[in-house]
Each structure stands twice: as structure tokens, then as C-alpha cells.
């Protein structure tokens, strides 16, 4: 009996050995970005597959839409998949493969403009050469040349844009016009926030007055924790992604934060979008090529197809957000007048001035994480 | 007064027919909303248009779902095998042997389920990234089997508790080598168990989020598939499957229970 | 030679599956128990090991409220599923006719086959707000008339009782048929009414299958977060959110590997607990039997 008590502690200890020896292989850092010089993304015969991700509702779809137009004009067999609802998950998702250099098959992300950056920050993204862009450099609108995150353009080309404001059900709630609407206990339990930290907390320092150009980290940290108490007593029902669509066509709410070109996601007739009285949010989603694409000629190729005014008044008079290409205003007025003449989709100086750019949360990365912590916190419990 | 008493003879079985009732709510729901028309094809929480049989004409319209139905069946099929396999071999060394590290042994199968889906899938999640391994059909195989092995063993245990040796004894007797017993014998005396056990494992892993979620990279199963569209409109066509899905299980079980019936009645009218 | 052989057969047997639990369930959890002892961050040059024991104190801070609200969802969810369910498997066990029992062990089963999420889904779409299912039980008085069902507590039990009455309702039916009745009426010649013969007999005889129910429905409900998302908001988070968040959202692996591994830790306490009340024979039950 006993030395089968012996034998058991040396197997024990045998099998501990062991996997710490298997432990041992495994690298000492993990993470951490590649530390490989920047790819510069390779053009040539534009043939094969091209994988794109994007966000959903985000280009006009079907066998007469944009992808289909490219597949026919180019021979190119085209993946596309809208399977981007949230910036961080979508990025917290593809990370691990990022890092070691691989795309996860796909040849272009359209990604919010700070994730982009962010993603070139860690050498995620490949450069791109304007040589290889010219219809993209020809036809883009001059306020676009230059963006906040990417003032050469050198990773980041635009794809649409828009507004954060309400998509209100004006059959129940007809009377909300602000952000400081949402608070109001009328709606309690009826009202949605965007989990996209960098669309809703912004919106709610602008309806507490303060320039969000020149918050500070406290500033942050007390939005945040005004929308945690209004989390807590039941008036904020929920944060989602996209899925704000959802429960607004199911009625589970008569309000939500949303982006202004979602319409044609949304299942009920009387909701509407409005942009806040007190507050002012625009938004710029960035196409940006992967390190490890496995098609980055035709993932050029499809960058300056989508940059001609006669294929991107197809996508913007469809998708109905705020599109980066000259002359397509023009074009939809003859097709569509009221789209054509629609402040949403073309506005005009004044409509978004004073609107912030979905900034970062002040300091250094380690604040921003602080912050974006303690928004994660009010989320998840 | 007689109605009480049939009442009270019959409640266990009105409750029985009641909870059955509730746990199959949802499947109703879902067969129905199959077929409601929605303007935007994706389904809108109410039927507000009426009904249409447009989804199921065009069942396989949505390329994703298609690939994320395939991905699954694939996964769930081969997980089946490989766990199915291994888990009845674990269990013939534990009902009939006694050797050293059996209780190790023990402890090793109850453990993974012991362990919440979350915890399980995060640690395979940071081995992977800690070796560098590229996530995907691999690494969700990988996951399905050891998930399925436990349950495989359990099943398949208790099915072998009930055993009795001396028909394996009898065929020795007879001239039998241990493998051909083995063969002719006890495996089709345990296959009842061993179907089972297969059948759970792959119910387990058409079922699997969590883990899957964890560890696929991009690769999308079924479950994944419905989670990504239920933030942005689901397509009918999902009810569709799910509704399709169902209905080849019903199908596929009544056979097997026919097949039993009819094997049984044999064996009684031989007697 | 032979003696040795047919020693060896038993590990040859286990070795397959032993090696693969070993190798994909084991190791992680070593692997997991390492991450949690780092720290860093992704954009910071990585994860490097730093015996950060402050990663495990980090994750529970501030957390109380959801880790009590997670128990509460779970051991709730567990108590409704153990009182519909076994009624339910004693009908199909000992009432009804062998030609019913087959057809209601399916019926139990079946919503298996439509994964999870597309049940919860379906959940979701019956109590949504202005669906009739809601208005019955506000007629009925369960919901207030300015209330809801969705986004609160109640769903999310609801939600987690429904997709693990299975894992109830099969090993519960399981020791159930294996009772041989004619210990039932011994005790009724023995003069024993219905409920002392329940009480005294049956429950007892039953109870391997009720702890290993309990088991399996308390232990994945305690990690579940897919409920918690679809049927509930942010005020009903529950544990396995805030670790789903830590992993796929904010990326700090070190935190939710030691919250991953404090929450395992917890509940190997709880089931340890619960066995030795409860008998662990009662669970490991006739494996002894093997000859």
C-alpha cells in the first residue's frame, strides 16, 4: 500500500516535469505588434480572389451591385463579408493572426479611422503607394486628401462616413431631439447606447457642455460614469453593437445611438434619425489592406473601381452615408433628387461643424486603456 | 368527484405532456417565423406581412450560411468519430481493469466537465496564442474531441456496467481470440451505448458557441454564423435550416428506434 | 510475456484519449494559469512573465455584486430546472408506456438540434416587448403592466433553466429506470403511503442522478454568458460576460486568465462541496463494479 503512495507522488511529479518542459517552448512575449518592416502594398495582374470585410448594409448588394460589377468588369472572384459589427471585437478577433503576420484570408478591412491607426501603430496594416491609386487620388473630395490619423495617406483609404446621432421611433417617442432626452425617465428602459466608446461618450461630455477637443481623462471618467448610473437604475436598457437595429424593429425601444445611414437595416416604418441638438459626432471608415493579404493588386484594383463617380453613386445612393468621391453629387441629383440634395449624405460645412472626429481619450496608452477599461465595465457588469 | 379522481391519476401525465409542450415553444416559434414575409428578408421579431413559402423555396440562397452549415456538419462529423472512438476505449480500460493510476484516470475524464465552457475555451485560447498556433478548423476540431471524450466515456460506462462477462467467457470457450470476441461480441452488445454516446457528441458539437468562439479564428460554424447575424438581422433562411435541421433529426432518430423495434420483434419471434 | 501484455492492455486502451485530454485540456489549463501571472498589453511590446500576482486581485475588484448575481442566476436556474425535471423524467420513466417513453425521451432531446444560440434567439422573439406572449402574463399579473420581460433578471433565468433542462432532466430519467419497482411495492405492501414511499425509497435510490444533474445543469449555467447577452442588458452581467469581454474585447489576457482561473477554482470548491454532502459515491458511483 504504501508504495503505491511512492509511485503515485513520483507520477505526479513525472507529469509536472513534463509539462513544464512542454511550457518551456512556448515563446516568453506574446503579442506586442510584429517588429517587421512595413509592407508596402505590391501591385500586378489584377486576377484570383479578393476577400473584403466590412460592416453590414455598408455597399449596395445583389447580382446588380458594386461587387458584381467589379466581378464582371475584372474576372475577379469577389468574397464579401459583412461580418464587422464592432471595432474592437472584430480587432480583438483577428489580433492573434495579425501578429504573426497572416490577414485571415481577407485583403481589405474597412475599419473606423482611430482602429486603422491603431492597427498601423502596430504594424498591422500595409503602406500603400498613391502610385498605385491614381483614380482613388483623382477623384477624391478635397476635405479627404488629408485624415487627423494619416495626414500623407499612406495606410488609409476612405470608404463612407457618416454621423452618430438617435434613430428615435416617433411613434412612441416623438419628442426626443437630444442626447439629454435620453436621460429622461419617461424612456426609462426604452433607450439604447452604442458600445463604440469613441461614439457615445463623446456625445454625452458635448451634452454636459464640455469641448471634447480639450476634455481631460476626468472628463472621460465622469461621462462614463454618469451613463454607469443610468445603466444601473434601468434607464439605459442597453450598450450594443449594431444589434441596436434589431431591438428597435422588435420594439424593444423607442430610442437608440446610431449611425446615420442605417435605415435600410432597420424592420419599422416610423423610425427616423435625428441629429442631436446638443451634440455632434462624425465618423470616417477607413479601407486599409492587411499584412499577409493574399490579393493586394486586386485589392488596389478594387480601391480605384470603387473611386469612379458612376460605380459610387450606386454604393452612396443605397448605403446612404456620407461617400468621399467628387462628382457623385452631381450624378445622384439626376437620379434621385431628394438623395442628391440630403444633408445626411452631402453635408454641407455648417452641418458638421463644431462635430468632434471620434477622438481618443487624452494621454498615453495606458490612460486611453483606463478608459476604455472602465467603459468596458459598465458593459459587462 | 370522479373527475378528480381521473385528475389526480392522470396529473403526472398532463404535467409530462405540459413541460414537453414548453420545451418545444421555441422550435414551434421557429418553424413559424419560417414562414412569415419580412420586406427586408431578415426576420423582424413579428409577422406583420403574412406568410410565404419564399424562404424555403430559396433555402440555400445565403452563401454564408451554407458554408457556416457545412463547416459544422464536417466538424461535428469528424469529432463525432474521433471522440466517439477514443472515449469507448477509455471506458472499456476503466469498467473492466483494475490498474494503477485508474482513479487519475478518473479524475482526468470528470474534470473537463466539470469545467465551465468559458474557462475551457479561454485556456485552449492561451495555449494557442502562446505557441504562435493559426486558429481555425484545426483548433475547433481539436476543442470539439476533447470536449465530447468525457461525455462519450460516461454514456458508454454506464452502458458497460450492466455487462455481463460470461457471454465474452462463452465465445473464448468456443474458440474465439480475444479480438474476434471482441468484434462479433461485445461490440454489438454495446453498440446501443456506443450510438448514444455518438449521438451526444455530435449533438455537443453542432450545439458548441462558446468554445467555438474562443478558438476559430475566422473560420464560422453554424452557431457562429447565427451570433454575427442576430446583431444585424437574421435571414429567414436561418429559421429555415435550423427548422430543416431539426426535422432530419426527427427523421434520422425514428429510424433508428424503427430499425430497434424491428430487431427486437426478430429476436422475440425467433425465440 | 502474456502476463505483461495483458497488463499493458488497459493503458493501451486509455492511452489515445488520455493524451489527448492531457495534451488539450490539461496544458492549457497550465497555460492559462501562466497567462494569468503576466502582464503587459498588446500594443506595449506584449505579455511577458512577470509573477503579477496582482492580476488575481485586480479581477475581483469591484466584481462582488456580479459574482453574487452570477451565483443567484445559476443556483436559481438549477432549483427550476431540478423541480420541472423530475417530475417530468419520473412520468416518462415509470408512467407512461415503453412505446411513449422513446417518443418523450426525444421531444426532450430534440431542441438540442437547433444550437443554442437560435434557441435562445427564438426566446428572445417571444418576450420581446410588444409580443402577445408578454401581454398574456401581463394580464396575468406576472409582469407589471409598465414593465418587460426582456433586459431583466427573470429572462435571463428563464433562458438558462430552459437550454440546460436536458442536462437535468437525462441522468435523472437515467437512475430513475434503473429502479426496480418492486421495491416500490414492497414498500406499499409494507404499508407505506405514495409520499413515504416516494420520500423513503425512490428519492433516495434516485439521488446519483440528481446530484450528477445538478451538476451538469449548475455548472455551465455558473460560466454561461451567451443568456445573459441575447435575453438580458448590462445590469444583468454576469461573470462569463466580464471574461468574454476581457479576452475578445479589451485583449487583457493576463486579467482574464486569472478571473478564468479564480472562477474554475470556485467552482471545483462548490462541486467538492456538494459531493462530500451529498456522498461521492453517490456520483462516481458503480464504477467499482468493473471486474
Known amino acids: 500500500m504504501r508504495e503505491h503512495k511512492i509511485w503515485r507522488l513520483a507520477m505526479a511529479v513525472a507529469c509536472l516535469v513534463g509539462v513544464l518542459a512542454l511550457a518551456a517552448c512556448g515563446s516568453d512575449d506574446v503579442g506586442g505588434g510584429s517588429d517587421e518592416d512595413v509592407q508596402v502594398a505590391q501591385s500586378g495582374p489584377v486576377e484570383g480572389k479578393l476577400t473584403i470585410s466590412n460592416w453590414p448594409g455598408y455597399i449596395d448588394p445583389g447580382p446588380d451591385g458594386t461587387v458584381a460589377e467589379f466581378e464582371k468588369k475584372t474576372g475577379v472572384e469577389v468574397d464579401y463579408i459583412d461580418d464587422i459589427t464592432s471595432n474592437t471585437v472584430f480587432f480583438g478577433k483577428l489580433q492573434p493572426q495579425l501578429d504573426r503576420g497572416e490577414s485571415g484570408g481577407r485583403d481589405i478591412f474597412v475599419v473606423t479611422d482611430w482602429m486603422a491607426k491603431r492597427m498601423y501603430d502596430l504594424g498591422y496594416v500595409q503602406e500603400l503607394d498613391h502610385a498605385d491609386l491614381q483614380t482613388v487620388f483623382d477623384n477624391i473630395l478635397p476635405q479627404f486628401e488629408k485624415a487627423a490619423g494619416d495626414p500623407d495617406r499612406k495606410f488609409m483609404i476612405p470608404w463612407q462616413g457618416g454621423q452618430t446621432g438617435i434613430w428615435v421611433d416617433t411613434a412612441k417617442a416623438p419628442e426626443i431631439e437630444s442626447i439629454s432626452d435620453l436621460f429622461d425617465p419617461k424612456y426609462k428602459g426604452q433607450v439604447i447606447l452604442l458600445d463604440e466608446m469613441r461614439d457615445t461618450v463623446p456625445l454625452v461630455m458635448q451634452s454636459e457642455g464640455i469641448d471634447v477637443d480639450t476634455a481631460t481623462k476626468d472628463d472621460w471618467l465622469a461621462a462614463i460614469d454618469k451613463i454607469d448610473k443610468a445603466v444601473d437604475s434601468g434607464q439605459i436598457r442597453k450598450i450594443t453593437d449594431n444589434s441596436y437595429t434589431e431591438d428597435l424593429t422588435a420594439g424593444n425601444a423607442v430610442a437608440s445611438l446610431g449611425w446615420s445611414g442605417d435605415g435600410s437595416l432597420i424592420g419599422r416604418d416610423t423610425v427616423e434619425w435625428r441629429k442631436p441638438k446638443d451634440a455632434c459626432d462624425t465618423f470616417f471608415d477607413q479601407m486599409v489592406i492587411p499584412v499577409g493579404a493574399p490579393n493586394t493588386a486586386a485589392a488596389l484594383a478594387f480601391m480605384n473601381f470603387v473611386y469612379r463617380p458612376e460605380v459610387q453613386v450606386d454604393i452612396t445612393a443605397w448605403v446612404n452615408y456620407v461617400q468621399p468621391v467628387q462628382g457623385v453629387q452631381e450624378l445622384l441629383k439626376k437620379q434621385d433628387p431628394e438623395l442628391g440634395n440630403s444633408k445626411l449624405i452631402f453635408p454641407p460645412p455648417e452641418y458638421t461643424a463644431g462635430c468632434t472626429e471620434d477622438p481618443d481619450p487624452p494621454g498615453d496608452f495606458e490612460d486611453v486603456r483606463d478608459v476604455e477599461g472602465a467603459y468596458q465595465d459598465v458593459i459587462s457588469g | 368527484m370522479r373527475a378528480w379522481k381521473w385528475l389526480r391519476e392522470h396529473a403526472l401525465n398532463i404535467y409530462a405532456g405540459l413541460a414537453i409542450a414548453y420545451m418545444l415553444i421555441p422550435i414551434v416559434v421557429i418553424a413559424v417565423f419560417s414562414f412569415a414575409e419580412t420586406p427586408r428578408d431578415r426576420m423582424n421579431f413579428a409577422i406583420n406581412d403574412g406568410f410565404t413559402l419564399e424562404y424555403w423555396q430559396n433555402a440555400f440562397a445565403v452563401e454564408e450560411l451554407n458554408e457556416s452549415m457545412l463547416t459544422s456538419l464536417k466538424l461535428a462529423a469528424l469529432s463525432t468519430v474521433i471522440s466517439t472512438a477514443l472515449g469507448t476505449l477509455m471506458a472499456l480500460a476503466l469498467v473492466r481493469y483494475k490498474f494503477f493510476g485508474r482513479r487519475a484516470s478518473n479524475l482526468l475524464i470528470v474534470l473537463p466537465m466539470a469545467a465551465p465552457e468559458i474557462v475551457i475555451g479561454a485556456a485552449l485560447l492561451s495555449m494557442f496564442v502562446i505557441y504562435s498556433v493559426s486558429l481555425g478548423f484545426t483548433t475547433l476540431l481539436i476543442a470539439h474531441v476533447m470536449f465530447s471524450i468525457s461525455f462519450v466515456v460516461v454514456v458508454v460506462r454506464s452502458r458497460l456496467i450492466g455487462f455481463d462477462r460470461r457471454i465474452e467467457e462463452a465465445a473464448a470457450d468456443l474458440g474465439a481470440t480475444p479480438f474476434e470476441t471482441f468484434r462479433f461480441v461485445t461490440l454489438p452488445l454495446i453498440a446501443p451505448g456506443v450510438m448514444a454516446a455518438a449521438l451526444l457528441a455530435f449533438a455537443l458539437s453542432i450545439d458548441d458557441f462558446v468554445i467555438s468562439n474562443f478558438n476559430s479564428g475566422t473560420t464560422v460554424t453554424f452557431p457562429l454564423y447565427v451570433y454575427g447575424v442576430a446583431l444585424r438581422g437574421i435571414p429567414i433562411q436561418v429559421l429555415v435550416l435550423a427548422t430543416m435541421l431539426f426535422c432530419v433529426t426527427v427523421v434520422a432518430i425514428a429510424l433508428v428506434i424503427w430499425q430497434q423495434r424491428r430487431a427486437e420483434r426478430m429476436v422475440q419471434a425467433q425465440a | ?291
Open chain 3, 1 to 291: 510475456m502474456r502476463r505483461i501484455r495483458r497488463r499493458l492492455v488497459p493503458y493501451g486502451l486509455l492511452a489515445p484519449g488520455a493524451i489527448w485530454l492531457v495534451l488539450f485540456f490539461v496544458v492549457p489549463m497550465y497555460f492559462m494559469g501562466e497567462m494569468a501571472l503576466r502582464s503587459g498589453a498588446l500594443e506595449a511590446g506584449g505579455f511577458s512573465f512577470t509573477w503579477e500576482w496582482s492580476n488575481f486581485t485586480d479581477a475581483l475588484d469591484g466584481r462582488g455584486e456580479q459574482i453574487v448575481r452570477t451565483l443567484f442566476y445559476s443556483v436559481t436556474a438549477t432549483l427550476l430546472a431540478l423541480l420541472i425535471a423530475y417530475p417530468l423524467a419520473y412520468a416518462i420513466a415509470i408512467k407512461v408506456s415503453r412505446r411513449w417513453r422513446l417518443i418523450l425521451l426525444f421531444a426532450v432531446i430534440a431542441p438540442f438540434f437547433t444550437t443554442y444560440l437560435v434557441r435562445t434567439i427564438a426566446w428572445k422573439t417571444i418576450l420581446a416587448d410588444p409580443s402577445p406572449m408578454v401581454d398574456v402574463l401581463k394580464t396575468l399579473g406576472v409582469v407589471p403592466e409598465d414593465g418587460r420581460v426582456l433586459a431583466t433578471g427573470g429572462a435571463v433565468i428563464a433562458g438558462l433553466t430552459y437550454n440546460f433542462l436536458p442536462f437535468m432532466i437525462l441522468p435523472i430519467y437515467a437512475s430513475l429506470e434503473r429502479i426496480d419497482l418492486s421495491l416500490i411495492e414492497a414498500a406499499k405492501d409494507l404499508y407505506a403511503s405514495a409520499r413515504q414511499a416516494f420520500l423513503r425509497v425512490t428519492l433516495p435510490l434516485t439521488m446519483p442522478g440528481i446530484v450528477a444533474g445538478v451538476l451538469l445543469t449548475f455548472i455551465p449555467a455558473f460560466g454561461d454568458y451567451v443568456n445573459a447577452t441575447v435575453l438580458g442588458s448590462s445590469n444583468q452581467a454576469m461573470i462569463g460576460n466580464k471574461i468574454q469581454s476581457l479576452y475578445l474585447v479589451e485583449r487583457d489576457y493576463p486579467e482574464a486568465a486569472a478571473f478564468s482561473f479564480l472562477m474554475m477554482a470556485a467552482v471545483l470548491v462548490m462541486v467538492l462541496i456538494y459531493l462530500r454532502a451529498a456522498g461521492t459515491e453517490a456520483f462516481m458511483g458503480a464504477e467499482d463494479e468493473g471486474r
